[in-house]
C-alpha cells in the first residue's frame, strides 16, 4: 500500500467503529509481501496458527451496520 492509500483510508475509517459487544474501532494495517491476502498468510503474519479463520463476502461482513435504523444519529 502507497502513503496515499493508507492515509486515504485512515480519513475514511476515522471515527467508524465496527459494531460488536465491544465496538472497537477500525485499525489500518500494512504487511508487505502479504498480496495475495490468503488465509494461510494472514494467520502466518498475525503469528495466530492454532486460530480459526473464516472467510466471508464483505456485504456479509457489514450486515448488520450497512443500513439505516431510525435510531440512528448523526
Known amino acids: 500500500m502507497t502513503n496515499e492509500i ?8 476515522s471515527g467508524l467503529l465496527m459494531m460488536s459487544e465491544s465496538d472497537y474501532p477500525f485499525e489500518i494495517v500494512q504487511w508487505l509481501g502479504a498480496a495475495p491476502a490468503t488465509s ?14 473464516e472467510v ?15 435510531w440512528h444519529n448523526e
Request: proline share 3%; glycine share 0%; charged share 20%.
Open 6 to 13: 493508507v492515509e486515504n483510508l485512515q480519513q475514511a475509517s
Open 40 to 53: 494461510e498468510k494472514i494467520l502466518h503474519l498475525t503469528d495466530s496458527q492454532n486460530l480459526p479463520i
Open 56 to 70: 466471508v463476502d464483505l456485504n456479509y461482513f457489514f450486515r448488520n451496520c450497512a443500513f439505516e435504523q431510525e
